[in-house]
């Protein structure tokens, strides 16, 4: 499968706790994004990179967050002291971007946390 | 920022009939517009992308339009089955979006029923 994929699907943990979610990007795309989407909504924007940097954060993306994305390859996003209102669905798409004039973004499965 | 908007929120209908789904959004400056399919708790699977210099394209019974000047876009769907039922989310990328990111609505949830 050649797709982009995220580990774990699931993940249950109690307030306060550190969570990490991984994304592997389609080969060869070298923009990364993150979005997180909650019950009835569409996702919404929290960060992306191109290649290894990280280029724009939204103001979503609290203090508590933070994503990597080393060698430009596969991308972790950490959540520290979880709280309840983390719980959502968290979504990792990439793109092969400007040199191949395509921004058409690929999603992968999600990770779905939930925080109790 | 954009603000995209999809009506119906739901829809039912039965099986064979062609189906058209809207979105509008905020931005002149959209470079792209996907159309994507979400099935209950999973990820999301593209269906369409137009770029801002087409009109429209097609992939077997999808057929997507792009009107900038409006600030529209519509999804048809022609004699829809029910493995179709699913959220269909429309997404925009504009210029001034950080990366070309998407702005989401907040989706059509459709039911074809037998």
């Known amino acids: 499968d050649t797709g982009v994929s995220q580990n774990p699907r699931h993940k249950i943990t109690k307030r306060g706790q550190n969570v990490t979610f991984r994304c592997d990007p389609i080969?060869?795309?070298?923009?990364l994004y993150w979005y997180r989407q909650t019950l009835g909504q569409g996702p919404e924007f929290l960060t992306y990179?191109?290649?290894?940097?990280?280029?724009?954060k939204s103001r979503l993306l609290s203090d508590r967050f933070s994503a990597e994305r080393p060698k430009g390859s596969f991308s972790t996003l950490e959540i520290q002291r979880t709280e309840q209102g983390d719980s959502a669905m968290y979504l990792c798409?990439?793109?092969?971007?400007?040199?191949?004039?395509?921004?058409?973004?690929?999603f992968g499965p999600g990770t779905r946390l939930t925080v109790t | 920022k954009q603000e995209v908007t999809q009506i119906p929120a739901a829809l039912s209908v039965p099986e064979g009939e062609n189906l058209v789904l809207n979105c509008s959004f905020t931005?002149?400056?959209?470079?792209?517009l996907q159309w994507f399919r979400q099935d209950p708790g999973k990820g999301l699977t593209s269906l369409l992308l137009?770029?801002?210099?087409?009109r429209e394209q097609t992939s077997g019974r999808l057929n997507a339009s792009l009107d900038k000047s409006s600030g529209r876009s519509t999804l048809y769907i022609a004699a829809s089955q029910p493995g179709d039922s699913a959220t269909y989310l429309c997404?925009?990328?504009?210029?001034?979006?950080?990366?070309?990111?998407?702005?989401f609505g907040k989706g059509t949830s459709l039911l074809v029923t037998p």
């Open positions: 798409a990439s793109s092969l971007g400007r040199l191949a004039g395509s921004y058409e973004q690929y």
């Open positions: 080969s060869e795309h070298n923009r």
């Open positions: 990179f191109q290649n290894e940097a990280q280029l724009e």
């Open positions: 931005d002149s400056a959209i470079y792209n």
């Open positions: 137009i770029q801002s210099s087409q």
């Open positions: 997404a925009g990328g504009s210029n001034s979006n950080s990366g070309y990111a998407l702005n």
